[in-house]
């Protein structure tokens, strides 16, 4: 019966992404309408629209698809590892460590254009640093890492990176400070073939090796003690899990600025709909995440003609009330 449930839900979702992405190609500037789209499909549209379409708007739909995709299944693996339903990407330093990153390279690298690619790479190298700063810091000798140090420490970090990177806007031009507010903000930047191509190796690497985690992921829902007696390395997994989970969020923070939220709303929205099997939970999530994503950027796209909003501000007004929700009915 749920096998026939997280069926129709994902068939539903992958039809919704198809609609949103066609609005999405639709939206913008310049307008390209759905006939238009088809006769670049069999290759008889103009030079113009293949340009727009080929080379900004098609990049841009399938990042925000991707990264959708992967915060989402890095906030699930979070918020069953740390047996905590308010568990984000946000609350271990991930975003904020990424942010740090991007902060350094702006302010200290002076020809930021010939080094635009190294941008990625530092935000992840942000991130992973940031992640294992609060394993060791969370790390207690009698104890070792317990859920709520590592929640606890995760947020005391947070909060100390984005005060240093305050810090720093004021070594900013105001060019470059407008730059690092859209990507603290999260704006789909990383929007050509090359990015993409940087990031589907990490992609399916991190998603396939935390799919082959879900029987393990089972043993969380169970409890710390109900996990060791079942021969389960926790400490081991745990690190495996959420180090995985860091790696996922950190590259996709990379291209796609800070967005928060999505780690936080669609594990929780997948789990009222189709229970605690963390495989189905996983896939649920993920298209979830999607399809939030992409669902905000057409929204961005269209509320301002002047301007894009930044996607993030978007799933924040969206994510914003459901974490108050979740935090009244988890009375934690």
């Known amino acids: 019966m749920k096998n026939r449930k997280l069926f129709l839900w994902i068939t539903s979702l992958i039809i919704l992404i198809i609609i949103l992405a066609v609005i999405n190609l639709n939206t913008g500037e310049m307008r ?8 670049l499909v069999i290759g008889k549209g103009t030079y113009e629209n293949s340009i727009v379409i ?6 841009r739909i399938i990042v925000a698809i991707l990264v959708g995709f992967a915060l989402a299944i890095a906030g699930n ?3 069953i590892t740390t047996q905590n339903p308010m ?13 740090l990153a991007v902060m350094l390279f702006i302010a200290f690298v002076k020809d930021q254009d010939a080094n635009l690619f190294l941008l990625p790479c530092l935000a992840l190298l942000g991130a992973i640093f940031s992640t294992a700063l609060v394993f060791i810091c969370a790390y207690k000798k009698d104890t070792g890492i317990t859920a709520n140090r590592l929640l606890l420490t ?7 990176f984005s005060s240093v990177m305050v810090l720093f806007t004021l070594k900013l031009s105001p060019e470059n400070y407008q730059f690092v507010m859209n990507w603290l903000t999260g704006s789909i930047w990383g929007t050509s073939w090359s990015f993409i191509l940087i990031f589907i190796p ?7 090796l935390i799919f082959s985690k879900s029987k393990i992921l089972d043993t969380f829902n169970l409890g710390d003690d109900s996990a060791k007696s079942l021969g389960i390395s926790l400490k081991k997994e745990r690190i495996i899990l959420i180090g995985s989970a860091a790696i996922l969020a950190g590259v996709s923070v990379s291209i796609s600025g800070s967005i928060g939220f999505i ?21 649920l999530s993920g298209f979830l995440g999607s399809c939030l ?13 002047t301007t894009e909003l930044p996607v993030g501000i978007i799933v924040a007004v969206i994510g914003a009330p459901y974490f108050v929700y979740i935090l009244i009915k988890s009375n934690v």
Do not use: M, Y
């Open 154 to 160: 995760g947020v005391a970090l947070s909060g100390c």
């Open 32 to 39: 390209v309408s759905p006939s238009e789209i088809l006769q």
């Open 54 to 59: 080929f080379n900004f708007r098609l990049p």
């Open 263 to 283: 780690g936080l709303i669609t594990p929780n929205l997948a789990r009222r709909v189709i229970g605690f099997r963390s495989s189905k939970q996983l896939i």
């Open 293 to 305: 994503l992409i669902a905000s950027d057409t929204l961005g796209k269209i509320i301002s003609t």
């Open 77 to 79: 693996v979070l918020q």
């Open 202 to 208: 990490w992609f399916v690497i991190f998603t396939a």
């Open 87 to 99: 568990a984000d990407t946000s609350f271990l330093g991930i975003n904020a460590g990424s942010g």
